[in-house]
């Protein structure tokens, strides 16, 4: 069955180091997404992909980085990780057509990332 | 700007009652609207969705109807279980710059108790 997954579930950093999440999706998708999950805030978007060598700025991307090199996979890099990144973190993935806008989306179990 | 208004929760319920999550967005054009549910430690799955004016989603026994005169989606459930206990998204997706991007609600925790 196709299925999208998160790896690592669970991550301890400290201040200042690089961290990558990753993201695959075995749904053929050509959009993904990265949104961070926390208290009072429900989900917001960091980066976005529409398909191989595109990416997008979301409303909370200041510190974070994405590369699509392939239709699977969109790793979210935090360049010098933070104590405010301190969240859960889910990636998502949709099929639409150049219609657009219209399709759901799967998500991953998440990411629980603690920087210190 | 596109934006969604879910009630707040967090809402307690004794089981089988009746609930009702209420949820209003504000979006240019004609967006497709979801409803999303996030169990303990899980991420969020599809609950239902709604693609244009007057659909009814329905899942599980929830059902919302998509009503663009008072651009509302409100979620109901005539007998809630404690396995219904989690916490509900209300999103949309719209066109045009927001195409394929989701606009979520703050979500709304619901418990049931036995």
């Known amino acids: 069955d196709a299925e999208i997954t998160q790896s690592p579930r669970h991550k301890i950093t400290e201040t200042g180091r690089q961290v990558t999440l990753a993201c695959h999706q075995t749904?053929?998708?050509?959009?993904m997404f990265w949104y961070r999950q926390d208290l009072g805030h429900g989900l917001r978007l960091i980066h976005y992909s529409y398909g191989v060598q595109d990416t997008n700025k979301g409303e909370v991307s200041d510190g974070y980085s994405v590369s699509r090199s392939n239709t699977e996979d969109l790793p979210l890099t935090l360049e010098s990780a933070a104590s405010s990144q301190t969240s859960v973190y889910f990636c998502?993935?949709?099929?639409?057509?150049?219609?657009?806008?219209?399709?759901?989306?799967?998500f991953g179990p998440g990411t629980r990332l603690t920087v210190l | 700007g596109n934006s969604v208004t879910q009630m707040e929760g967090p809402v307690t319920l004794s089981e089988e009652a009746f609930l009702t999550i209420n949820c209003t967005y504000t979006?240019?054009?004609?967006?497709?609207l979801f409803w999303y549910v996030q169990y303990p430690g899980e991420g969020l799955q599809l609950l239902l969705k709604a693609t244009k004016a007057d659909d009814k989603g329905s899942n599980k026994g929830f059902e919302a109807t998509y009503r663009k005169e008072t651009t509302s989606f409100h979620l109901e459930k005539g007998s809630v279980q404690v396995s219904d206990s989690a916490v509900y998204f209300c999103d949309f997706v719209g066109g045009g710059t927001s195409y394929g991007k989701l606009t979520f609600g703050q979500g709304t925790i619901l418990t049931v108790h036995p």
């Open positions: 979006a240019t054009g004609y967006p497709s």
């Open positions: 998502a993935s949709s099929e639409s057509g150049l219609a657009g806008g219209t399709d759901t989306q799967y």
């Open positions: 749904w053929n998708h050509n959009n």
